[in-house]
């Protein structure tokens, strides 16, 4: 069996798994994210290899989800930011970081919060309908076939067929 | 230099991501969500060897993020259904979606929209202020040290540093 490539299923959860379902990506991503932008002190932070941050930085700069940006030119060394799609995934990481101080850490032991600039209350990543504006609970969303079609699954055609159906 | 182990690191995100770090791992979760819930349909879906996926959906039992129901008896075959700490992913997945729909599809090309069951609009993860339960930009949200603490890594505790600064 030919193993799928993630970037080429016609799935948006696939692709965007491509591009982050590496783990020390996710946590490159935090890290630029909260303003750790140089090579050493992410190095240093994460604990990982010189050689692995560097393939895993150019290639979040290959995706597109990282820019570059000289600080000193001799010898040239760089802060990594994230760019307008990059930043658009930290949505992505406050509803990880929500799920894994519910689930994975006691009250107590929660390391990082995170807090509304304005009024300081602790904000919640949720699902909200952009018509009524109110949060939805799991079983209030159906998922539907969109423009492009899933024709390239029998199984997933026929599970969007159950939630078609009255009462499915 | 010993490898950090995920599940040991005083981070939320980097423990979400020993969870669903994993691409096989976010893409079975999609699955049950879905409906997809027994062994064949999903390994016929993903087209993944039916090694991997057993091993997969053993470690996801392990970790409480999944349930077997057995359908049948002899032999046993099992439904796999997402336990509540599983169904909480679904802002992961969600977030996911919501970000590769935007940024790696064309909007023509779309797969796969969640809808509003009761007024049919497409659902949006947003990030909310449970307090005024306004929609948040990026640039409202500040993290700090939780309970909890983040004492473990220098280049953390100096980036939340900067951002408790006036103008960080």
């Given at each position: 069996m030919t193993r799928p490539q993630l970037d080429e299923m016609n799935c948006a959860i696939a692709r965007t798994l491509d591009v982050i379902g590496d783990r020390w990506t996710g946590l490159i991503l935090r890290d630029v994210s909260l303003g750790i932008t140089r090579f050493d002190a992410i190095q240093r932070d994460l604990g990982i290899s010189r050689r692995v941050l560097s393939e895993r930085l150019a290639t979040m700069v290959d995706h597109g989800i990282l820019q570059r940006v000289a600080?000193?030119?001799?010898p040239a060394r760089y802060d990594y930011f994230p760019t307008e799609k990059g930043a658009d995934l930290g949505l992505v990481l406050l509803a990880m970081q929500a799920w894994g101080n519910r689930w994975l850490f006691d009250d107590e032991e929660v390391p990082l919060l995170l807090r509304h600039a304005s009024c300081g209350n602790e904000v919640s990543p949720q699902i909200a309908c952009p018509e009524c504006g109110e949060e939805l609970r799991p079983q209030d969303i159906v998922p539907v076939p969109g423009p492009g079609g899933v024709d390239d699954s029998a199984e997933l055609t026929a599970a969007l067929e159950r939630w078609s159906q009255p009462g499915g």
């Open positions: 600080y000193q030119t001799a």
